[in-house]
């Protein structure tokens, strides 16, 4: 969890400083979203490879490899001499990232047993928020007092020395027979077969991508649209950005108690409500104009969004075995960067042509379409997907 923190404000004050780099290099805001969406495009494309490679390698190598490569490519983004060299940048720290996601779960799954796995999940996810949320208050004061290049090595190294401590204090696996009573290994030939023929993993990776462009689009734009459209400081807009983050990290966190409370069995239940809701409060949000109003609204409509979190990410957490969980979710978290490749640039490219009133209507859009296809998808056992991810163990006489 400490370490998805530091994960998620290295990957946010891109948006902090993005402001700052598009005068510097005279960029557009299309331009500044392609900033943004290299970093997307290289973690998305990385997702499924590292899933694979933490099913096979084991999880404890990937994340601390991840953290060391990401902090280097972070404090290498201060010498960036143009735009070029800032999207090469990103992409590879988008690489370095993409080893992250897979191995966490990975080893949150064996780490965990089936009746306390929602709610570290919601624990281990609400970080990704928290990270999100502390990311402006941190580097806001940060850029305005060195300037934007600075504050990429200096949050780097930081970064990194904190990392390297939390990850020396994770605790070892627990045995098979508590994360998965009853359950056998499977054979080391199968994972990528059994994990690609499930449809509940394909239906959530799809589920995840339309719910992710709420996530990505507000770390990406509000910012901006707060100092260019509100005229805000940078340390104001920072703050203002921040709030909605850190509810969405407590509603991640009491999703995850619903969800471990009675609602695992169908999510359906907690997860369109509460997408449906999220939606009317960013039509809401986008109409107004008050600026007050507008991080009321757009904390009531993230923190509603929030509660759905567990509801997709476990449907398929619950289902995979711990053999196939990294190349599982590795699977879904695509379909969840998908996101993080298209809103910034599609929000961009409204923002240029019809205003930040559409590109926030977009995100309604999208939450809208992510009720329809959770609404439609039914929680199913492992035998109804035609893919035994978790095989008994067989008794012998």
Request: charged letters at 10%.
């Amino acid at each position: 969890m400490g370490v998805y923190v530091i994960d998620y404000i290295d990957r946010v004050m891109i948006a902090t400083a993005l402001p700052l780099i598009g005068q510097e290099f005279g960029l557009t805001r299309t331009e500044q979203g392609l900033v943004v969406s290299a970093f997307a495009i290289a973690y998305m494309v990385g997702q499924f490879p590292a899933g694979l490679l933490a099913d096979r390698v084991g999880s404890r190598p990937l994340l601390v490899v991840s953290l060391a490569a990401w902090s280097v490519f972070t404090a290498a983004t201060s010498l960036a001499p143009g735009l070029v060299a800032l999207l090469v940048l990103r992409a590879l720290f988008g690489i370095s990232q993409a080893l992250f996601p897979a191995a966490s779960f990975k080893a949150l799954a064996e780490r965990t047993t089936p009746s306390t796995r929602s709610r570290g999940a919601g624990l281990m996810l609400a970080s990704n928020s928290l990270g999100a949320g502390l990311g402006p208050l941190i580097v806001a004061p940060v850029v305005a007092m060195t300037g934007w290049r600075h504050t990429f090595w200096i949050i780097a190294a930081a970064g990194l020395a904190v990392g390297l401590v939390l990850w020396k204090l994770m605790p070892p696996p627990l045995p098979r027979e508590l994360t998965e009573p009853g359950s056998r290994p499977l054979d080391s030939s199968a994972p990528v077969t059994l994990v690609l023929r499930n449809g509940l993993v394909l239906r959530c990776a799809l589920m995840f991508a339309c719910f992710n462009m709420l996530n990505y689009g507000m770390i990406t734009w509000v910012p901006s649209y707060l100092m260019d459209a509100r005229g805000m400081s940078m340390v104001a807009a920072g703050v203002s950005a921040a709030i909605p983050l850190l509810v969405t990290a407590a509603a991640v966190v009491l999703g995850g108690q619903l969800m471990s409370r009675g609602l695992d069995a169908d999510p359906r239940r907690l997860v369109v409500p509460a997408l449906l809701l999220s939606a009317a409060l960013l039509v809401a949000m986008l109409l107004t104009s008050s600026t007050t109003a507008f991080t009321v609204l757009q904390s009531l409509a993230m923190f509603s969004a929030g509660l759905a979190s567990i509801g997709i990410i476990g449907m398929p957490l619950r289902a995979l075995s711990r053999d196939v969980i990294g190349s599982g979710m590795g699977v879904v978290n695509t379909g969840g960067q998908l996101a993080g490749v298209l809103a910034p640039l599609i929000m961009g490219w409204l923002a240029d042509r019809s205003g930040f009133a559409a590109a926030f209507g977009f995100l309604a859009l999208a939450t809208v379409v992510a009720a329809c296809i959770s609404l439609t998808t039914r929680p199913r056992s492992t035998a109804e997907q035609g893919a035994p991810l978790q095989p008994k163990m067989s008794r012998t006489p």
